[in-house]
């Protein structure tokens, strides 16, 4: 079972990055999937997460990167992308993606985004 993200990089405030994350090895479809992301010194915390449901798949976004940050899917591609905008030097972190699984989550490597002029 593997995640692997990548897509980080230094970025100039106000521009844009896409993350990107392939899943490999799971057996059974994931009952959530998104990104996380760890600022010096701070905790972890969820940025964009898409809730998988046959009926009703629901995406969320930390307050603080609504309008700018957009997640999305390719299932063929076993991929979930954060395409990131207007970033600011806040959103410096590393980012990391995550998979639950039957009640277990599964992490990847992070990924550093650095802004900064």
């Known amino acids: 079972v593997q995640l692997q993200a990548s897509g980080g990089g230094l970025v100039q405030p106000g521009g844009s990055l896409r993350l990107s994350c392939v899943a490999s090895?799971?057996?059974?479809?994931?009952?959530?999937i998104g990104w996380f992301r760890q600022a010096p010194q701070k905790e972890r915390e969820r940025v964009s997460c898409?809730?998988?449901?046959?009926?009703?798949?629901?995406?969320s976004y930390a307050d603080s990167v609504k309008g700018r940050f957009t997640i999305s899917r390719d299932n063929a591609k076993n991929t979930v992308y954060l395409q990131m905008n207007s970033l600011k030097p806040e959103d410096m972190a590393v980012y990391y993606c995550?998979?639950?699984?039957?009640?277990?989550?599964?992490w990847g490597k992070g990924t550093q985004v650095t802004v900064s002029s």
């Open positions: 995550n998979a639950v699984v039957a009640a277990q989550d599964y």
């Open positions: 090895g799971f057996t059974k479809d994931y009952n959530a």
């Open positions: 898409i809730s998988i449901s046959s009926s009703d798949p629901r995406i």
